[in-house]
């Protein structure tokens, strides 16, 4: 199996007070990444990047990659998430 797509989607998420409480302001107002990873077999993963940045490098990095291939020093918490969830399906 082999990652061949990441697809990035920006949106807005509402603030919730009692977040709001414990963020500095300029970090409620920045979206929130969240991407698809998609495999040559169908199976795909979501996973939340956070707030203000971007994913779209990922794409270049991971294409090829075989999503199964999962170590525990792994950074990026957006596509170790997606291929968790590729991992899960797999199974």
Avoid: C
């Amino acid at each position: 199996m082999k990652i061949t797509q990441i697809e990035e989607f920006v949106t807005a998420v509402p603030h919730i007070p009692s977040i709001e409480k414990s963020r500095p302001g300029h970090y409620l107002e920045q979206p929130i990444s969240l991407i698809k990873v998609h495999t040559d077999e169908g199976i795909y993963g979501v996973g939340e990047g956070g707030r203000g940045g971007s994913l779209s490098s990922l794409e270049a990095e991971w294409t090829g990659v075989d999503p199964m291939q999962v170590n525990l020093g792994d950074k990026g918490g957006a596509m170790i998430m997606a291929r968790y969830a590729i991992v899960g399906k797999a199974l």
